[in-house]
């Protein structure tokens, strides 16, 4: 070993024992071979910190390992490879905060449309209330909970079609207030009728009951259906990645929102108010027809004739018979 006035050790081996080839830059950065005595110096310096720009360099350099592999990276470990592919294979769940804004939204819903209003007038919950809000929680749960856990969060509302003009976003606001206040027009009536220990003007109608349970499972199985179907395109009003024409877009091109209908119907029927069951009716009416405007003028920008005929051959919201 020899020390010279610098406190760096020097260590002198034959060069002949060193392989080129295997020899890693950075360690060939500090051999100083001397042709006379063919040996080989080697700095035994002590590791300096690397600076900003190093440190940056490997910093892409491991970002980058999950696209290039290790064939690009020869002096890269393969801990840092094999946890990139292990990056790589873990799927991608939605933050809890997704979730959680879901499910706030959810029982928001239901407080604000069943159970707030029934309490409100009939000072206590009764059996057929938990039924529909158990309906309401399956109908809104499986179409924006499970579309969360399996896809993701939706569209943000600025890519929404109908909310980017003032009209569209006055239609909606109309449009939620309105069906707030059918449902709570059909409890108040409920209500009335419970206080006044005069439920056989509900329960005596079997055809309006019976009616009503036909349209609320129907309203469940059509929105299970539609929403299974359009998988990662169940979102906001943006244009798919494709135009589905299968299940029951095969007959009608919102079952979506005939789901709705009937899913309002049947509430509305369930505690025998038919007039604000005609009233919901109308305003959905309105309200989907407008924003399926909207939506018909965005497909036809992005598919073209294919949309234009399947327009011409499905109906909009119910099945075309002739």
Same mark, same amino acid.
């Given at each position: 070993?020899?020390?010279?006035?610098?406190?760096?050790?020097?260590?002198?081996?034959?060069?002949?024992?060193?392989?080129?080839?295997?020899?890693?830059?950075?360690?060939?950065?500090?051999?100083?071979?001397?042709?006379?005595? +063919?040996?080989?110096?080697? +700095?035994?310096?002590?590791?300096?910190?690397?600076?900003?720009?190093?440190?940056?360099?490997?910093?892409?350099?491991?970002? %980058?390992?999950?696209?290039?592999?290790?064939?690009?990276?020869?002096?890269?470990?393969?801990?840092?490879?094999?946890?990139?592919?292990?990056?790589?294979?873990?799927?991608?769940?939605?933050?809890?905060?997704?979730?959680?804004?879901?499910?706030?939204?959810?029982?928001?819903?239901?407080?604000?449309?069943?159970?707030?209003?029934?309490?409100?007038?009939?000072?206590?919950?009764?059996?057929?209330?938990?039924?529909?809000?158990?309906?309401?929680?399956?109908?809104?749960?499986?179409?924006?909970?499970?579309?969360?856990?399996?896809?993701?969060?939706?569209?943000?509302?600025?890519?929404?079609?109908?909310?980017?003009?003032?009209?569209?976003?006055?239609?909606?606001?109309?449009?939620?207030?309105?069906?707030?206040?059918?449902?709570?027009?059909?409890?108040?009536?409920?209500?009335?009728?419970?206080?006044?220990?005069?439920?056989?003007?509900?329960?005596?109608?079997?055809?309006?009951?019976?009616?009503?349970?036909?349209?609320?499972?129907?309203?469940?199985?059509?929105?299970?259906?539609? %929403?299974?179907?359009?998988?990662?395109?169940?979102?906001?009003?943006?244009?798919?990645?494709?135009?589905?024409?299968?299940?029951?877009?095969?007959?009608?091109?919102?079952?979506?929102?005939?789901?709705?209908?009937?899913?309002?119907?049947?509430?509305?029927?369930?505690?025998?108010?038919?007039?604000?069951?005609?009233?919901?009716?109308?305003?959905?009416?309105?309200?989907?027809?407008?924003?399926?405007?909207?939506?018909?003028?965005?497909?036809?920008?992005?598919?073209?004739?294919?949309?234009?005929?399947?327009?011409?051959?499905?109906?909009?919201?119910?099945?075309?018979?002739?």
């Amino acid at each position: 070993m020899q020390v010279g006035r610098h406190t760096h050790a020097r260590r002198c081996i034959p060069s002949d024992q060193i392989c080129p080839t295997s020899t890693c830059p950075i360690v060939a950065a500090h051999l100083h071979i001397h042709p006379r005595h +063919n040996t080989v110096q080697i +700095n035994a310096k002590p590791r300096q910190r690397p600076r900003h720009g190093v440190l940056a360099a490997q910093r892409t350099a491991l970002a %980058t390992d999950d696209a290039d592999g290790p064939e690009d990276f020869p002096f890269q470990s393969m801990t840092n490879f094999s946890s990139g592919q292990a990056r790589r294979a873990a799927p991608k769940l939605p933050p809890a905060r997704n979730l959680s804004v879901s499910l706030l939204q959810l029982v928001t819903v239901i407080a604000l449309l069943i159970i707030g209003p029934a309490w409100l007038f009939c000072k206590c919950i009764t059996p057929r209330v938990w039924i529909a809000a158990a309906i309401y929680c399956v109908f809104f749960g499986f179409g924006g909970i499970r579309r969360t856990l399996k896809y993701g969060k939706l569209s943000s509302r600025k890519q929404d079609a109908q909310v980017s003009t003032w009209q569209g976003k006055w239609a909606i606001a109309t449009f939620v207030l309105l069906v707030i206040a059918g449902h709570w027009g059909a409890l108040h009536w409920y209500g009335t009728c419970f206080k006044q220990l005069a439920l056989h003007r509900i329960l005596c109608r079997p055809v309006t009951q019976c009616l009503s349970v036909v349209l609320l499972c129907g309203a469940l199985a059509l929105h299970i259906w539609a %929403t299974e179907t359009l998988g990662k395109a169940y979102d906001r009003l943006v244009v798919p990645d494709k135009l589905v024409k299968t299940g029951p877009y095969a007959w009608c091109q919102h079952p979506i929102y005939t789901s709705y209908m009937l899913l309002f119907s049947g509430f509305t029927l369930l505690f025998g108010s038919e007039e604000w069951c005609c009233l919901l009716l109308w305003v959905c009416w309105r309200y989907y027809k407008s924003r399926t405007d909207t939506e018909a003028n965005m497909l036809q920008d992005a598919f073209g004739n294919e949309y234009k005929v399947y327009q011409e051959h499905i109906g909009k919201f119910v099945p075309k018979i002739i």
